[in-house]
């Protein structure tokens, strides 16, 4: 049976020659082209609803716009959020002082990696409202509400748990976003592009936050490892779960308010939602399993009854 490592292996050692933002193009310096769209037909949750697929295409593209922005708004929060808090946590000498100094010095390499992702994301967004005239929302994502509930619902001493293992289930599963736009030839070279280099970073994060996962766990208490494990579920759908207001709101831009809510009750119905989440963290489930965590009666237990069991 492969053990999990117990060593820390960085895979930070040539940063400075293959970060993002030390070698590539700012996005502001990216040009759009003609008869491209702005975000992936296939990645898009709306389009799967025949009312939406059925719309004349000028509104298609349109629509393609505003799932970019909640794609690209949803980095932002995410990396300067949680993730950001994390790394500065983690890169401190008087939390987890037995963390190699190694360790606590990539962390602040990450720290750089996503605070970068955050102001292009960003900047790609002002870009993209100036060549459309199509404003984003600004929406906030579900996620940060419902992690913010997770941890008050929790006594105070798991709260800083609460956000590392939220971190490290972000980083260590894998989005369609990351891996599907990149690839999809229909969408602007630019968005592409910028999406490519996120997910070659991303991939060193991956590694960084598994290898930091197989560290941290067997040094958990018992009693502790059940607590947090037990909440992972619920960590992974407020990650991953299609976020229905943020889905309504660019609905609504399109139909009305009893259609838009149709729609998304038609579209949340499904059994391929929580089939897509599933997949998404197959890689993080391996993770969890190469070092017992179904072994344990409260994880397992809560991952079925959150339909997260079934592959
Ligand atoms: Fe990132
Ligand atoms: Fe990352």
Redesign the pocket.
């Known amino acids: 049976m492969k053990r999990p490592t117990t060593e820390y292996i960085s895979r930070f050692k040539k940063w400075q020659d293959t970060a993002v933002v030390k070698i590539k193009d700012h996005p502001t310096l990216i040009d759009f082209e003609k008869g491209l769209d702005f975000y992936s037909r296939e990645q898009s949750i709306l389009l799967k609803h025949p009312k939406v697929f059925n719309l004349p295409e000028e509104e298609i593209q349109k629509l393609l716009v505003y799932e970019l922005y909640n794609y690209l708004e949803f980095t932002v929060w995410l990396e300067l959020g949680p993730?950001n808090e994390v790394c500065n946590l983690i890169r401190m000498p008087s939390f987890l002082p037995w963390l190699s100094s190694e360790m606590k010095d990539d962390a602040l390499k990450?720290y750089v990696?996503?605070g970068a992702h955050a102001e292009m994301a960003f900047a790609l967004i002002s870009k993209i409202e100036e060549h459309t005239d199509i404003k984003s929302m600004r929406l906030e994502p579900k996620f940060i509400k419902e992690l913010d509930e997770l941890i008050l619902s929790q006594p105070k001493e798991l709260e800083q748990m609460i956000k590392i293992f939220f971190v490290i289930i972000s980083?260590t599963l894998i989005t369609g976003t990351l891996t599907g736009l990149p690839h999809d030839k229909t969408v602007q070279k630019g968005i592409r592009e910028f999406a490519l280099d996120h997910a070659t970073?991303?991939g060193k994060?991956h590694a960084y936050f598994k290898n930091f996962f197989e560290i941290l766990w067997p040094k958990m208490p018992k009693d502790f490892q059940a607590k947090i494990g037990a909440l992972l579920p619920k960590m992974i759908l407020a990650f991953l779960y299609p976020d229905a207001h943020e889905l309504e709101q660019i609905l609504l831009k399109f139909f009305t308010v009893k259609e838009s809510s149709e729609i998304i009750n038609d579209l949340l119905s499904s059994e391929n939602v929580i089939e897509g989440v599933r997949k998404s963290i197959l890689p993080t489930k391996r993770m969890l399993k190469k070092c017992n965590l179904f072994e344990i009666e409260e994880i397992e237990h809560s991952f079925n009854s959150h339909k997260l069991m079934k592959v």
């Open positions: 993730v990450i990696d996503e980083e970073d991303e994060h």
